[in-house]
């Protein structure tokens, strides 16, 4: 294969991988402005992969296994994010950035089946509110109080 065939082949695929990720739907941004109710109205759910959300929220603060079993890519914001620097055995230091679990951080947890994200979930680790994007966006339907 010549220089030129591997160009245009490299050109083409970057343009259709461009043009895929232009379907999808973006999602908002999750930050310590965000107003989380309307951001979990508005999250696109079943349709975001774990590709595209690496894309548009960056890697997570953690990853965990859910109780039912699904994975969930943790994203903390607030007042948590330091800059620690340590120094490993071999006299080398390095500087990571950590997210202390404490009052103020915010978390938004994506939880994922088949690599798309079914849910959103939200904690406030302040007041300790919790909501979810399923629950916004399918309410239960209200019962009568009788006849």
Not at 70 to 77: P, S, T
Not at 84 to 100: D, F, H, I, R, W
Not at 115 to 140: C, F, S, W
Request: proline content about 8%; hydrophobic content about 35%.
């Amino acid at each position: 294969m010549n220089r030129i065939e591997f160009l245009l082949i490299t050109f083409l695929w970057a343009s259709t991988s461009a043009a895929d990720s232009g379907l999808l739907p973006k999602p908002p941004t999750l930050s310590i402005e965000t107003d989380p109710e309307p951001a979990l109205q508005i999250y696109p759910l079943g349709v975001i992969t774990q590709q595209a959300a690496f894309s548009f929220h960056g890697a997570p603060d953690k990853k965990v296994t859910l109780p039912n079993g699904k994975e969930g890519w943790v994203y903390a914001v607030g007042y948590g994010n330091n800059l620690n620097t340590y120094q490993l055995p071999s006299g080398e230091t390095k500087s990571v950035k950590e997210t202390a679990w404490e009052l103020g951080v915010r978390n938004f947890t994506l939880v994922f089946d088949d690599d798309v994200v079914i849910d959103v979930i939200y904690k406030d680790d302040g007041n300790d509110i919790g909501v979810t994007a399923m629950e916004l966006q399918h309410p239960r339907p209200k019962r009568d109080s009788g006849p």
